[in-house]
């Protein structure tokens, strides 16, 4: 049997966990249509037109600029756009189906529904380059200078973490970020995060049995930006660890994509990845990525996880999956949105009760520029070993987040809020 070290740095991404924390939640601002003297926001669902299925995570953009949001899991999404910006149309795509643009004249005050048509790919037509899907990694990891920002550049987003106990949340938090993001080609030119304003639930009832602290936070969730950081899913040793092998061409924001998908050798011992790479045929950049960790070494994926716990507690890691994507300006690719969703029960030891747990953090891009370029303060910038619920603050006011693109909260996080808000009102009026 081969085993394999593993790279320290390949396991930052994961969710540190400490079993031992307060926890909240936040309101939400107003669903009708915003309109004020300075920005206008727009509302919409994106959906399949065939099947009406709705399509989370889909690519929100505001054509003729760098503003840009994601739909939420029920497809859902608002993008405030200023009301001086030269913008009349979103531009909305998503993997497998083909782009959609939709004047800003269309949208009122309801929410606007906009169908995506699926894209069919005709293999005949399509020229296989390689025979060997490893072939395909090495050329990526080759192309990186050519296909990927060169420069460093300032980018705003909007970040979201929360925990479940079984269905029920008890903790949220959201804040709008500053991100000082590094060359592609300088290995030393870390990505930086500053918080610029954010909000935690207001819910600080305890849990039964066990309180958690998310270590980390937005710095975490950058980490999946794997062509930055290559060593999570790509490191030097990557062809003794994974199997590739091409697993089918489709069509994102109409460009064809290879599809590679991987897993680890049997013969490998340490819990690794699988998942799907999506590399854009013509350039050769990876676009998206969609990946999640072996769980099935159930010791040894908790030991990546945990950091903290009481004695007599028994961790089961269930799944950890994470996602990032791109979206492409002048030939080259800008990072724009990442999720981790980490599941796990908790048992104590001689009792016959466990529990589930789950994380979820997720940041998109709404806003870069190369303009301004400035490395931030120490004392300014989110550390890797903070927590977010003790950076921001509580907070009531609907009109919280103003002119700022934010990720709509799908329906059990907003019925969360509310729920845990009137909680904290009863205990405090």
């Known amino acids: 049997m081969k085993t394999f070290r593993m790279n320290k740095g390949s396991w930052l991404l994961v969710l540190a966990i400490f079993l031992s924390a307060s926890v909240y939640a936040i309101p939400k601002g107003d669903e009708e249509l915003i309109d004020t003297m300075n920005f206008k926001a ?77 894209s069919s790919v005709q293999l005949k037509e399509v020229i296989i380059r390689p025979e060997d899907a490893m072939e395909l990694i090495v050329d990526v990891l080759a192309n990186v200078k050519k296909n990927y920002s060169t420069d460093p550049m300032m980018m705003r987003g909007f970040y979201r973490e929360s925990i479940q106990r079984g269905r029920n949340y ?149 799944k950890a999956v994470y996602r990032s994507k791109y979206t492409i300006e002048d030939d080259r690719w800008y990072f724009s949105y990442a999720r981790a969703e980490v599941k796990f029960k908790v048992n104590w030891k001689k009792k016959l009760f466990n529990t589930t747990y789950s994380t979820m953090s997720e940041v998109a891009i709404t806003d870069r520029t190369y303009e301004g370029i400035e490395k931030f303060a120490s004392k300014e910038r989110f550390k890797r070993n903070d927590v977010m619920g003790e950076k921001v603050y509580i907070f009531f006011d609907q009109g919280f987040w103003e002119g700022y693109n934010v990720i709509e909260p799908d329906q059990s996080i907003e019925s969360a809020i509310r729920r845990l808000n009137r909680k904290y009102l009863r205990r405090n009026g």
Do not use: W
């Open 42 to 118: 727009y509302f919409g669902k994106v959906i399949d037109s065939q099947t009406a299925r709705t399509l989370p995570f889909a690519t929100v953009e505001a054509t003729g600029s760098n503003i840009a949001t994601v739909t939420n899991i029920d497809g859902e999404f608002t993008i405030k756009i200023a009301n001086d910006a030269d913008i009349s149309d979103l531009k909305v795509s998503y993997i497998g189906f083909s782009n959609k643009t939709i004047p800003l004249s269309q949208f009122n005050k309801k929410t606007l529904t906009i169908k995506l048509d699926p």
């Open 170 to 318: 008890v903790s949220i938090s959201e804040a709008v970020i500053d991100i000082f993001k590094g060359a592609y080609y300088n290995e030393f030119q870390y990505d930086q995060v500053k918080l610029f304003k954010g909000r935690k639930s207001a819910d600080v009832e305890k849990m039964d049995t066990v309180l958690f602290k998310v270590q980390g936070g937005p710095n975490t969730t950058l980490l999946l930006d794997v062509m930055k950081n290559p060593y999570i899913l790509l490191s030097s040793d990557y062809y003794a660890v994974y199997n590739f092998h091409l697993s089918d061409v489709i069509s994102i924001d109409d460009r064809l994509h290879y599809v590679v998908s991987f897993d680890q050798k049997m013969y490998v011992e340490k819990p690794f990845y699988r998942g799907k790479l999506y590399i854009d045929m013509d350039k050769l950049a990876i676009t998206e990525a969609e990946f999640e960790l072996n769980t099935e070494n159930k010791e040894e994926a908790a030991r990546l996880f945990i950091k903290k716990k009481p004695m007599g507690m028994v961790i089961i890691p269930e």
